[in-house]
C-alpha cells in the first residue's frame, strides 16, 4: 500500500493511493485544483509583498538585486523540508524563487503590469509544481517493488 504524504505550509495529509492508478490520477486531478490557487497566493506573497518590503528598506539603486537575495533566501527556508539538507534545498528552492521573480519582472510585474507577472509567475510556479508531483506518481507506479 502506498500512502502519499503532503505537508504544505505544516498542514499534512495522508492519501492511499495503493497500486490503484485511478486513486492516483484522482490525486493529480485534486493537485491540480490546489496547486495553481496556492501558487497564485505564494506568488502575491513572495512576488508582490516581500519585494515592496525590500525596495522600502534598502532603496531604489538596489531594489532589484536586493528583491532577488530576499525572494532566493525567504523562498528558499519557506520551501525547506527539515529532513533534508539546509544548503540543498535552500539553493534549490531558491532558485526557483528567482527563476520566478525574474518571470514576474520580465512579465512587468514591477512596471505596471502586476497582474500579467504576477498570471506569468503563478502558471509557471503551479505547472513547476504539478509536474514534479506527476513525476513522482509515474515514478511511484513504474518504480519496481521490492
Same mark, same amino acid.
Given at each position: 500500500?502506498?500512502?502519499i504524504?503532503?505537508?504544505l505550509?505544516?498542514f499534512?495529509t495522508?492519501?492511499?493511493?495503493g497500486d490503484d492508478p485511478?486513486?492516483?490520477?484522482?490525486?493529480f486531478?485534486?493537485?491540480l485544483f490546489?496547486?495553481?490557487?496556492?501558487?497564485l497566493?505564494?506568488e502575491?506573497l513572495?512576488?508582490?509583498?516581500f519585494?515592496d518590503?525590500?525596495?522600502k528598506?534598502y532603496?531604489?539603486?538596489?531594489?532589484? #538585486?536586493?528583491?532577488?537575495?530576499?525572494? &532566493?533566501l525567504i &523562498?528558499?527556508?519557506?520551501?525547506?523540508?527539515v529532513?533534508?539538507s #539546509?544548503?540543498?534545498? #535552500?539553493f534549490?528552492?531558491?532558485t526557483?524563487?528567482?527563476?520566478?521573480?525574474?518571470?514576474?519582472?520580465?512579465t512587468g510585474?514591477?512596471?505596471?503590469?502586476?497582474?500579467?507577472? #504576477?498570471?506569468w509567475?503563478?502558471?509557471?510556479?503551479?505547472?513547476?509544481?504539478?509536474?514534479?508531483?506527476?513525476?513522482?506518481l509515474?515514478?511511484?507506479?513504474?518504480?519496481p517493488?521490492?
Open positions: 500500500m502506498l500512502i504524504k503532503v505537508n505550509w505544516g499534512t495522508n492519501n492511499q493511493v485511478k486513486k492516483a490520477f484522482g490525486f486531478i485534486m493537485l490546489f496547486a495553481y490557487p496556492l501558487a497566493i505564494e502575491l513572495f512576488r508582490v509583498v519585494w518590503v525590500f525596495i528598506v532603496g531604489h539603486p538596489l531594489d532589484t #538585486v536586493w528583491g532577488l537575495i530576499g525572494n &532566493f &523562498f528558499g527556508f519557506a520551501h525547506y523540508p529532513h533534508h #539546509v544548503f540543498l534545498c #535552500v534549490v528552492q531558491g526557483l524563487g528567482v527563476v520566478l521573480s525574474l518571470i514576474y519582472l520580465k510585474g514591477r512596471q505596471g503590469k502586476l497582474g500579467q507577472g #504576477v498570471f509567475s503563478t502558471l509557471t510556479h503551479g505547472s513547476y509544481n504539478t509536474i514534479l508531483a506527476g513525476v513522482g509515474v515514478a511511484v507506479f513504474y518504480m517493488h521490492h
